[in-house]
T-cell receptor, first 112, second 116 residues
């Protein structure tokens, strides 16, 4: 069965500094991997998606993630944090079929 | 594109009453919709998978008689919480997949249910 581990429950960065949100996955097959963002009391917005094409995936708002099969990782990065990036981020895995499995989430705080 | 709406965004009801939540795909057809529940400070838990024109598939531990799901058209799924109790208070989020599309799910904004 697939699973997702987000290694940090909270990450705090200063505005303008890089962001790194870590995610490790476990999957029996070639997975699809996603990062979603959720702002307070809002639904989830898709940031980016990996589906076995390029291992470096670029998403919206300057975010990108790199799929590393040898490390079973799919970390999310952004070169320069903005105040509007403060939110909760979910790493998600999907194998063939419909079911998504969510990580526990990482709350990103951006300090001015 | 790929916008999903939910109605209502917030609902407060008395214990013992039933509440219906609608999930609509506004600009695409969705053969499959999903219902999730999110507890405070927790991740999303899949409750059920809903396919248009057929019965929903519920996850283990989710009471199908309490959480009634109907997917009558390619753009609308409804979740009815029957005989609601305070422990049913939660944030309910739906998502939809494009008909014939890949496994990307597009999420609605969620419905905050409070049962008094």
């Amino acid at each position: 069965a697939q699973s997702v581990t987000q290694l940090d429950s909270h990450v705090s960065v200063s505005e303008g500094t890089p962001v790194l949100l870590r995610c490790n996955y476990s999957s029996s097959y070639s997975p699809s991997l996603f990062w979603y963002v959720q702002h307070p009391n809002k639904g989830l917005q898709l940031l980016l998606k990996y589906t076995s094409a390029a291992t470096l995936v670029k998403g919206i708002n300057g975010f990108e993630a790199e799929f590393k099969k040898s490390e079973t990782s799919f970390h999310l990065t952004k070169p320069s944090a903005h105040m509007s990036d403060a939110a909760e981020y979910f790493c998600v895995v999907s194998e063939y079929g419909n079911k998504l499995v969510f990580g526990a989430g990482t709350i990103l705080r951006v300090k001015s | 594109g790929a916008v999903v709406s939910q109605h209502p965004s917030r609902v407060i009801c008395k214990s013992g009453t039933s509440v219906k939540i609608e999930c609509r795909s506004l600009d695409f057809q969705a053969t499959t919709m999903f219902w999730y529940r999110q507890f405070p400070k927790k991740s999303l838990m899949l409750m059920a998978t809903s396919n248009e024109g057929s019965k929903a598939t519920y996850e283990q531990g989710v009471e199908k008689d309490k959480f009634l799901i109907n997917h009558a058209s390619l753009t609308l799924s409804t979740l009815t919480v029957t005989s609601a109790h305070p422990e049913d208070s939660s944030f309910y989020i739906c998502s939809a997949k494009l008909a014939g599309g890949a496994d990307t799910q597009y999420f609605g904004p969620g419905t905050r249910l409070t049962v008094l």
